[in-house]
């Protein structure tokens, strides 16, 4: 489907599930898309094994259900992503920095990571050049039942948490954040 084309095109991690639903009128003036049973991977490199055949493909979250409710029109006309709420039913979620320092979570591309356009055509441009991501909005998040670990080997360090329930509300943009956490 378009909308895990579209995850995979600005992430650095391949986002799969089994179905994905669009839903416009239930959400007015929202687009809901609804992820079921989901993952979300990205290979770790380490620094002295730059071969594909030595990367490990790992999960940094699987999840029963992802639902994120956003604004269409603000990213058709101004190129932004407002995320009204996000919500994630049962997650797995594995924090995990390997032993060079590499984060897992670290799965947004830069920018900078982009092929200089003047030494591009268009057409490896298209097949070759990541997209810049928008701006991205978040107002609301809402975790049920997860289960997280954060697991740092480069600092050794270990934590779990089972049957979290989250709310977080507020304002996160690229220039501020306003929180209203409760556990």
């Known amino acids: 489907p378009i909308v895990l084309d579209l995850a995979n095109d600005y992430l650095d991690a391949e986002v799969s599930c089994e179905s994905v639903e669009l839903t416009f009128s239930s959400s007015f003036p929202y687009l809901e898309v609804v ?15 730059p071969n ?3 990367l490990a493909q790992d999960t940094l979250v699987a999840f029963r259900q992802c639902r994120i409710s956003f604004n269409p029109v603000a990213f058709l006309s101004d190129g932004k992503i407002i995320i009204n709420s996000l919500r994630l039913v049962e997650p797995n979620i594995y924090a995990y920095v390997n032993e060079d320092g590499l984060a897992n979570w670290d799965i947004l591309l830069q ?4 092929i200089a356009s003047d030494t591009v055509t268009v ?28 697991d740092d080997r480069a600092q050794d360090v270990f934590a779990a948490v089972d049957s979290l329930n989250l709310r977080l509300d507020g304002n996160m943009s690229k220039d501020s954040s306003m929180l209203d956490l409760a556990f």
């Open 35 to 49: 992820l079921k049973n989901g993952l979300v991977e990205k290979p770790l490199r380490t620094t002295g094994s």
């Open 52 to 54: 594909q055949e030595e």
């Open 111 to 114: 920018s900078d990571t982009a």
């Open 123 to 150: 057409a490896d441009t298209i097949h070759t050049k990541p997209p810049q991501m928008p701006e991205l909005n978040i107002k609301g998040i809402r975790i049920t039942d997860a289960h997280i670990i954060y």
